[in-house]
């Protein structure tokens, strides 16, 4: 069968065949992971460095929210809070130390490293010394207790340097809407503050005017005050154009039951807590935690009657956000799990001194929160983002 012969163009070329038009709508793979999946998969990491004190899995808890850090987090203001977290957690640590070599360490031990001058107290401060003999198992003891809460720090500021305020603020129910906007502005004034001190010391500098010292902050700490008065007079403006503050009306019953249950949800929530995170509350933390959270999230989409409110565009959660916090999620009850098969590799003794030892099945569970590098897409670079 002969081929159909294309229509002829006006120079009496063939003309060849129109190509589709390129679609213009939201490239599914490109899109970001829901905020919340972020948010959880961090909590999943720093939960699970509350149940060891090895050195070792805690570095390497650092070191996996490090990586996911560094590949996933977009170019953003927002985003850059990681290395501040970071330097807090050091600062956690030399704090402690500092507090072990100032006022000693119940842990006994024979390694004495330096002897202090010890500062005798009156009658009263019977139980707090001041000086004597630093050891170094007092030391050890004190450093794996801060490295724990370091390690916490740390998970709590990746998930702020990876959720996006702005889109976890569209995600929350209508009940915790104005505590939202009020958390989001405030982690979102830093941010702002801090490139117009660098914006106004640049300018100084290229008039040849000195950025440092007195006379310097208070000529640049001026203009930035004013500018963030500014800002803030446009924010509320802008608020209150939007309607900010306004509410529903809803029944005296109604309101009498959402503070009861978000009041009995959070007292639950906050002693389930509690009990994961302590060595004796294994058993009576999950499910008081369970029930807190269902009375919780009862009390907060009864008390969402109250400001009704639209979404744009909303954030999907699909199977890579489940997969993203269930990565991070599933390492907690699995460090909770090695911790009662062997405490000893977990929480290694400093009476006598030991060595840790990285227990092999507990750190491949910590590699689990490696899994949001192959599941999620690189985040745009400042010369694809608009």
């Known amino acids: 069968m002969p081929d159909t012969p294309r229509p002829a163009g006006p120079a009496g070329r063939t003309a060849r065949p129109a190509r589709p038009a390129?679609?213009?709508?939201?490239?599914?793979?490109r899109a970001p992971v829901h905020p919340g999946a972020w948010w959880l998969w961090a909590l999943g990491l720093g939960v699970?460095?509350?149940?060891?004190?090895?050195?070792?899995?805690?570095a390497l808890l650092v070191a996996v929210s490090a990586v996911v850090v560094t590949a996933r987090r977009p170019d953003a203001p927002w985003a850059r809070s990681y290395g501040a977290f970071v330097r807090l957690a050091l600062v956690v640590?030399?704090?402690r130390l500092v507090f072990t070599v100032v006022f000693g360490s119940a842990v006994p031990g024979d390694h004495v490293l330096v002897t202090l001058p010890e500062i005798p107290l009156p009658e009263w401060a019977q139980g707090i010394r001041l000086g004597g003999r630093v050891t170094a198992e007092g030391l050890v003891f004190a450093c794996y207790e801060a490295l724990r809460l370091a390690a916490?720090?740390?998970?709590?500021?990746?998930?702020?340097?990876?959720?996006?305020p702005s889109r976890l603020l569209k995600s929350l129910p209508g009940a915790l809407y104005e505590v939202g906007v009020a958390v989001v502005v405030a982690l979102t004034f830093a941010p702002h503050l801090i490139a117009d001190v660098r914006r106004l010391r640049a300018a100084r500098r290229l008039r040849g005017r000195p950025d440092r010292g007195v006379r310097g902050v208070l000529q640049v700490g001026m203009p930035v005050l004013e500018g963030a008065l500014e800002r803030s007079v446009a924010l509320a403006a802008a608020m209150d154009a939007r309607g900010f503050g306004r509410t529903a009306y809803v029944s005296e019953r109604v309101r009498r039951t959402t503070a009861a249950l978000t009041l009995c949800g959070l007292l639950g929530v906050c002693v389930g807590t509690y009990g994961l995170l302590t060595a004796s509350g294994g058993t009576y933390g999950p499910p008081v935690l369970i029930v807190g959270l269902v009375a919780a999230l009862a009390g907060l989409r009864l008390g969402g009657r109250r400001s009704p409110r639209t979404r744009y565009r909303p954030d999907a959660w699909d199977a890579r956000a489940w997969a993203v916090a269930a990565s991070g999620a599933v390492?907690?009850?699995?460090?909770?799990l090695a911790a009662t098969r062997d405490p000893a590799a977990l929480a290694p003794g400093v009476v006598p001194l030991v060595a840790p030892t990285l227990p092999l099945w507990p750190a491949a569970a910590i590699l689990l929160g490696l899994l949001p590098l192959p599941l999620t897409p690189a985040p745009p670079s400042s010369e694809e983002s608009p």
């Open 22 to 29: 390129p679609s213009t709508g939201p490239r599914s793979g």
């Open 48 to 58: 699970a460095a509350t149940r060891t004190t090895n050195p070792l899995l805690l």
């Open 93 to 95: 640590i030399a704090i």
């Open 152 to 164: 916490l720090l740390v998970c709590v500021g990746a998930a702020n340097a990876l959720a996006h």
């Open 331 to 336: 390492v907690a009850p699995l460090l909770a």
